[in-house]
């Protein structure tokens, strides 16, 4: 239940990014929730095997280029998802960053109910 709650969240963290940043866009609610459980699926696969293929640019760059993975990573949700898309990969690299932080904040919401 908690991982519904938390691919739900992340939608609507999506469609927030989505309406402030004009370099990416969504659809629909619905597509945005896609876009979390196909982000999910990315960092859970594909990430490991680039962090592990990047490690020693990752280490000359004290962990910066793992930013930069991110950013790959939100490509590929918008190669793969029709109703979402994101202009570069600068802009993919500040949805990241900023995604990262909307999730951090909503999920510490839910620890705090418990």
Known sequence: MKTILKI???GLAVLILAYVLPG???E???????VAIVLALLRLIVKPILVVLTFPI?????GL?????NAVIILMADYFIDGFAV???WWALAFSLLLSFLQSILFSILKKEN
């Open 87 to 89: 202009k570069n990969i």
């Open 8 to 10: 739900l969240l992340t």
């Open 24 to 26: 990416v866009a969504v």
């Open 28 to 34: 629909s609610y619905w597509a945005a929730v896609i």
């Open 65 to 69: 280029f793992l930013l930069v993975i």
């Open 58 to 62: 990752t280490v000359v760059t004290l």
